[in-house]
């Protein structure tokens, strides 16, 4: 009865690679997001979309493309990795407005060889 | 832009001590305040949250007030518990316009026994 389930936890991968990492929830929610945390915790938002439109796009590279195919699902795409990119990243959804909880998925280590 | 501020950590208590973790938020409006705990390993979890000025949140024991005079919303535990080691996140969002979540840096706390 996992509400945010992330795939994988792990990712291991060279630099230049193209990546996926699904996110689903069965919250019911109408609004989901990832987030980046680097090495030192900082957490940061990237995306967020609200009944499958992007509602923000937070300053990062267009190496990343989210897609949402249905409100229960936010997938992140990652073309040619770079060092960089090695964190943690989460998925995490809410019922609409911003003062709404977020729950969140336990995370994807992204690690970049 | 919004922002939150958290002391800086790590927290390191004996078991029993009582817990004090500042925030301090910068934001236009009235944001709505939360605090997120991530244990190891996993994502992070809504710990309290506070809507409005003098709201009081609280659970497992843990509790913060919404000030609005001083921009703050402090986390306090009166005796705390080895399992209540993990990095706790202050965070903010506006009511009623963007969804995002805007976090402190985090502030790990150790407890031990």
């Known amino acids: 009865d996992t509400a945010v389930s992330q795939t994988p936890k792990y990712l291991v991968t060279q630099m230049g690679n193209d990546k996926s990492i699904k996110c689903e929830q069965n919250l019911g929610h109408d609004t989901m997001y990832w987030y980046k945390q680097d090495s030192k915790k900082f957490l940061k938002i990237m995306f967020s979309?609200?009944?499958?439109?992007?509602?923000i796009n937070e300053t990062v590279p267009n190496r990343f493309s989210p897609k949402s195919p249905d409100k229960a699902h936010l997938n992140l795409h990652i073309n040619s990795l770079e060092l960089g990119d090695s964190a943690v990243y989460f998925c995490?959804?809410?019922?609409?407005?911003?003062?709404?909880?977020?729950?969140f998925g336990d995370g994807t280590r992204l690690s970049i060889l | 832009g919004d922002s939150v501020t958290q002391m800086e950590g790590p927290v390191t208590l004996s078991e029993e001590a009582f817990l004090t973790i500042n925030c301090t938020y910068t934001?236009?409006?009235?944001?709505?305040l939360f605090w997120y705990v991530q244990y190891p390993g996993e994502g992070l979890q809504l710990l309290l949250k506070?809507?409005?000025?003098?709201d009081k949140g609280s659970n497992k024991g843990f509790e913060a007030t919404y000030r609005k005079e001083t921009t703050s919303f402090h986390l306090e535990k009166g005796s705390v518990q080895v399992s209540d080691s993990a990095v706790y996140f202050c965070?903010?969002?506006?009511?009623?316009?963007?969804?995002?979540?805007?976090f402190g840096k985090g502030t790990k706390l150790t407890v031990n026994p």
């Open positions: 965070a903010l969002s506006r009511q009623g316009g963007s969804e995002k979540l805007v």
């Open positions: 979309y609200n009944n499958k439109e992007l509602i």
């Open positions: 506070a809507m409005k000025a003098d």
């Open positions: 934001a236009t409006g009235y944001p709505s």
């Open positions: 995490a959804s809410s019922r609409g407005q911003g003062d709404q909880p977020q729950h």
